[in-house]
T-cell receptor, first 111, second 116 residues
Framework: GQQVMQIPQYQHVQEGEDFTTYCNSS?????IQWYKQRPGGHPVFLIQLVKSGEVKKQKRLTFQFGEAKKNSSLHITATQTTDVGTYFCAGRGSGTYKYIFGTGTRLKVLA | EPEVTQTPSHQVTQMGQEVILRCVPISNHLYFYWYRQILGQKVEFLVSFYNNEISEKSEIFDDQFSVERPDGSNFTLKIRSTKLEDSAMYFCASSAQTGPAPGGYTFGSGTRLTVV
């Protein structure tokens, strides 16, 4: 079945440093979503990417969808302590309505 | 901002007992989902529900699990005979449409199920 992996599993950065998490799917995706889960919280929708090669920005966050629609990345510029949490990608294959969540990247930001 | 509401927030049950987890999705959403997350692990798909029937389910969603939308607002997940490995956080989610849903899924705050 479809598998979605993310690297790294954990990342500790100093406040102000950049952070990137990478998401790779075993199959081609129709679209991909990104979620953030704060410690003890629930996943909160950040963004959706649909087109091959798409790039979207939200303030300090930049999201990319690969040309082959099998991978994606989330880059945070100049991290802040409020960025702490686990970032999940969630991919949807063709012919299905369900989103498969990636393994997640847990980000810790040291002040 | 509209919310997905889940009750209870924490449920402790004896192994072999039945539990019902409740969710009130956002009122104008049409698609409903259950996911679960074992502590510290990834979010796993259980089932999707549309037009009063299951549209998709995962291998985890075996005969011990069932979902229902008994009235116009509630969406429930029943586990008939709980096992220790059912201990997890169960999240309900809803979306206005499936496929490239512009707003993504809205998740509830979850029910932490502990089977003892």
């Amino acid at each position: 079945g479809q598998q979605v992996m993310q690297i790294p599993q954990y990342q500790h950065v100093q406040e102000g440093e950049d952070f990137t998490t990478y998401c790779n799917s075993s199959t081609t995706l129709s679209n991909i979503q990104w979620y953030k889960q704060r410690p003890g919280g629930h996943p909160v929708f950040l963004i959706q990417l649909v087109k091959s090669g798409e790039v979207k920005k939200q303030k300090r966050l930049t999201f990319q969808f690969g040309e082959a629609k099998k991978n994606s990345s989330l880059h945070i510029t100049a991290t802040q302590t409020t960025d702490v949490g686990t970032y999940f990608c969630a991919g949807r294959g063709s012919g299905t309505y369900k989103y498969i969540f990636g393994t997640g990247t847990r980000l810790k930001v040291l002040a | 901002e509209p919310e997905v509401t889940q009750t209870p927030s924490h449920q402790v049950t004896q192994m072999g007992q039945e539990v019902i987890l409740r969710c009130v999705p956002i009122s104008n959403h049409l698609y409903f989902y259950w996911y679960r997350q074992i502590l510290g692990q990834k979010v796993e798909f259980l089932v999707s529900f549309y037009n009063n029937e299951i549209s998709e389910k995962s291998e985890i969603f075996d005969d011990q699990f069932s979902v229902e939308r008994p009235d116009g607002s509630n969406f429930t997940l029943k586990i008939r005979s709980t096992k220790l490995e059912d201990s997890a956080m169960y999240f309900c989610a809803s979306s206005a449409q499936t496929g490239p849903a512009p707003g993504g899924y809205t998740f509830g705050s979850g029910t932490r199920l502990t089977v003892v």
